[in-house]
């Protein structure tokens, strides 16, 4: 075997995500959010083990096509709808549903022959975070147009994002769920809120259908807390092997720039992980690893390639003794934290020369 840096994808976490999901909102449909490639966890293995989900959702035409040529038959949302007209037929021709958030698009759609497209759509509302969306004044007219469009069929409800929905004490998600009930003519009328943390901590978010995303993969949407406060399971553990120790002297720098000097002399580990696998180059020294299941602390800078070990915990500690990075025993959350970024950015960073594996243990 050559590199050893891989992320394992464990599937039976997922499912058990997908069921605290559900456990959370049991009347809503659930559009499981599995767009950059399911957060960097594999879009297609990722849509198969989550059979339990109604719908899935991603970002464009390209990520719903991956999932219709691996044989995906489930309802897909493109979360941004079209950007350009020519991908409608392609969009009707794979029974793809979209969020309309524009007056370009509601004009493009509108400017289309009578019963050329048959397309579900959602009304996107901009009720706080001035994103995407129609603003509430002009959500009535843009809902009637719709409505009176022939390439729509059906209008399937009114959607919008909460932008501060992992600060459970702020107000913002309070006010957008107000403005999103005062544009909502009748409630009979579907509506879809709730992200990941919309789905744990704000329960009048729920709507009708429910859009986790992070939780799935194991990660709490919620400031200041991990996955296992909110009974999840990490998807997601990125792994590798120390290739080399060494005893180092007091006074020896280590690594690029020398900015980590022994204190003492020390043993030193070398782990084939680096910012070319999508580890952080901003992670500071003390990041934790695991190296043989027990915390150590990530010394000098991260280089391309490989990270430094400070081993005096565990002076035995040898060349291809297993070392996590985040997952299983080291939450992302941890992780993110120290290298000033979310974990959401991390699992999406991970690139292309790291070994993707799936267990459903
Ligand atoms: C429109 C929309 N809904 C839901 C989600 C899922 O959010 P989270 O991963 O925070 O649950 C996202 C993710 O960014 C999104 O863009």
Same mark, same amino acid.
């Given at each position: 075997m050559s590199r050893a840096a891989r992320a394992v994808i464990d599937l039976s976490a997922l499912r058990h995500n997908l069921q605290q999901a559900h456990r959370a909102a049991p009347q809503q449909q659930l559009i499981a959010i599995i767009k950059a490639d399911a957060y960097g966890h594999g879009m297609v293995p990722v849509a198969r083990a989550l059979a339990d989900a109604d719908v899935f959702g991603v970002a464009c035409l390209e990520e719903a096509l991956n999932l219709r040529e691996a044989g995906i038959d489930k309802p897909i949302l493109l979360?941004?709808?079209?950007?350009?007209?020519?991908?409608l037929p392609l969009i009707q021709r794979h029974k793809l549903q979209i969020v309309v958030h524009s007056e370009h698009q509601l004009a493009v759609l509108k400017s289309l022959p009578a019963q050329a497209l048959s397309i579900p759509v959602w009304l996107k509302v901009d009720t706080g975070m001035h994103r995407l969306g129609f603003l509430p004044h002009a959500v009535a007219e843009a809902w009637q147009r719709l409505n009176a469009c022939p390439a729509v069929a059906p209008v399937l409800g009114l959607m919008t994002h909460l932008a501060n929905a992992d600060d459970s004490g702020d107000d913002t998600t309070r006010q957008q769920l107000e403005c999103l009930a005062a544009v909502r003519p009748d409630p009979s009328i579907a509506v879809s809120i709730a992200n990941s943390a919309g789905i744990l901590?704000?329960?009048?978010?729920?709507?009708?259908a429910v859009r986790p995303g992070i939780m799935l993969y194991g990660v709490s949407p919620m400031l200041g807390e991990t996955g296992q406060q909110r009974n999840l399971r990490p998807v997601m553990t990125l792994s590798s092997e120390l290739i080399s120790t060494r005893q180092c002297k007091k006074d020896d720098a280590v690594g690029y720039g020398g900015r980590w000097v022994c204190p003492e002399d020390m043993p030193v580990g070398v782990v084939a992980i680096g910012y070319g696998d &999508?580890?952080?180059?901003?992670?500071?020294? &003390?990041t934790p690893v695991l190296v043989n299941g027990r915390r150590a602390a990530l010394i000098g800078r991260v280089s391309m390639d490989m990270i430094c070990v400070d081993l005096r915990g565990q002076p035995a500690a040898a060349v291809s003794d297993p070392v996590t990075l985040w997952g299983d025993g080291l939450p992302a959350e941890e992780i993110a934290g120290y290298a000033s970024t979310i974990a959401y950015a991390l699992f999406c960073g991970v690139t292309s020369r790291v070994k993707k594996e799936t267990t459903d243990g």
């Open positions: 979360l941004e709808g079209f950007f350009h007209a020519d991908e901590a704000w329960p009048a978010s729920h709507g009708t &999508g580890y952080p180059r901003h992670a500071p020294s &003390g």
